[in-house]
Structure formats: structure tokens, C-alpha cells
């Protein structure tokens, strides 16, 4: 007998448990969807850092329990719920118990921007979520299938019109149920003069080894103040900041062929080894599982 494609990915989920419970991941990239990034996986011991992400992250929970920290406060997301992270905010990840699977989408805030200004039943503005958990199987089952048809049309080449519909109608679905207008919601790059100057540093020295003597010089702020006003404005420590702005210029080498020792000099990293830390505690993918899901994209 048949079995569809979530079914087969569980039942093979319970076979690794019974045996070393390895971590799996896939990755690729949808170029269509504003180079959309789109991961599947199944963690058994892998912890996300703190992190942030330029993006939005919506994920669809199929099995098991994912605990993250967000806005202060821990969450465990259940299966088959949805998790909704705003872009430029805080938050980690890790199992709840005996591991979770989970698919992810990072829509950009163009995309998903354009498709809240297209709806009329909502407030203009930008489209924060407001929970982030959202219990809703009918979106949950929609994304989780639109991302079922992006990965089978990367494998095998499914019809692009099918993805196209699915994706879209999926995503519109969810910001028009659950996405509310919250203008100051994303903090990044709405600070004050000191800590705006103080974050183009970072922007723009990343690959450099920055002291906090340093930025707080360029904030014009003592070390103790700065380190707190960068946190109260940004929602992030400098030393997250900088890291993401490491993993988001790495992410642009990896496109093309340079060694990945040459990458993580480049972007400020003491070496490989630290580079692929780094990037696997924010991404849940090594720098050469991206460089993969890059080139099949």
C-alpha cells in the first residue's frame, strides 16, 4: 500500500529512534518566493544559539515537541502546531523531550509584506505575528503541504504553477488570521543616534575581531550603559548581532565557490571549525549543507 510522503518521513523518524537518533536535514532554496529559505529536519540532540534572522521563520511541528525562548519567555510547540517568529527577534531552539520534526520557511519581509498589502481585510502596516504559537491545523496543513510540493519539485520537478498556488495561498492565509499591524515591532534599525552608530560599525567592521571598549566608543556611551541600550533598543546583545551579520555575509560567499576556510576568515571567524559552529547554531544546517541547497536551487 501507498503511503504519502509525511507518513514515510515518520516512520523513518522511528526507525533512527531506534537505532542512534541522527539528526537529518534538508535544505534548498526557492528562488521564486525572494530567495525563500526552506529547511526540513528532525533533531535529536542539535541546539540552536540565540540568534536573529533579517527574515521571518514559520515552521509546521509534524512530530514530537520544540522548546525555544522567545521575548523573554520559554515555549514548547506541540505537533502539529505552527511557530511564528518576528523578524529581528531573539530566540533559540532546542528538543522538548526525545526529539521533534519540523519544516521551515524564512519568507523575507518584502514577500510577506506584499502579500499583507494585497489583502483587504487587514490593517496596513507591517505584519507581525502575534503568537508565537498558533494553533491552527487547517494553515498548518496548507503550509506543511505547499512545503511537501517545494521539496518534491526539487527532487522529481512538480508543476511550479502547483507550488506557486499552494505557497501563496498558504502564506496569505496565515498573515490574514494571525498577523496583526505592529509598527514598532521590528526594533533593528529604529534605535537611537549612539546605538544606531554603534550597529553600522558592527554592519560594516563584522569581520573584524570587535571589542565592546570599541563600539561603546562609537556609541559614545560608557561600557556598561551601551551594553544595556543596545539590548533594550535592539532586543539583541551586540555579540548576537554581530554574529548574525557574519552568517548573513557568509551565506552571500557560499553562493559561490570559495573555500569554506577562506569563507570563515573572510567573515571574521578564527577558523573553519568555529565558522561551522557558528553557522550550524543559527541555521540547523553546516555551511556545506547550504552551499548545496544553494546550487539545487
Known sequence: MAIDQETA?????????????????????????????????????????????????????LEGAEAFRYRGVRHVAPAGSLVAVNPD??????????????RMLYPSVALVQAIADELDDRPAGFPAFREAIIDDPDVAARL???????????????????????????LSLMVRRHSVNEPRSRRLGREAGPIRRARGAIDDLYMQDLTLD?????????????LRAFRREGGVTPHAYLTSRRIAAAKGFLAGD?????????????????????????????PGQYRRGVRAA
Not at 523513518?12 to 534538508?26: H, I, L, M, Q, Y
Not at 528532525?42 to 521571518?56: E, L
Not at 556609541?219 to 550603559?225: E, F, I, P
Open 214 to 226: 570599541e563600539l561603546a566608543g562609537v556609541a559614545g556611551l560608557s561600557r556598561y550603559h551601551f
Open 258 to 286: 570559495a573555500p569554506l576556510s577562506e569563507v570563515a576568515l573572510a567573515c571574521g571567524f578564527y577558523d573553519q571549525s568555529h565558522f561551522s559552529r557558528a553557522f550550524k547554531g543559527c541555521t540547523g544546517v553546516t
Open 144 to 170: 506543511g503541504a505547499a512545503h511537501a510540493l517545494m521539496e518534491a519539485h526539487l527532487q522529481k520537478g512538480s508543476p511550479k504553477l502547483a507550488v506557486d498556488e499552494a505557497f501563496t495561498a498558504a
Open 89 to 102: 527577534e531573539l530566540h533559540d531552539g532546542a528538543p522538548a523531550e526525545d526529539g521533534f520534526a519540523y
Open 9 to 61: 518521513y515518520a516512520l523513518s523518524a522511528r526507525r533512527g529512534r531506534e537505532g542512534r537518533k541522527a539528526d537529518s536535514v534538508c535544505f534548498w532554496r526557492e528562488r521564486r518566493f525572494d530567495d525563500l529559505e526552506c529547511l526540513k529536519a528532525r533533531f535529536f540532540r542539535h541546539a540552536y544559539a540565540p540568534h536573529v534572522h533579517d527574515t521571518f521563520a514559520i515552521g509546521v511541528i
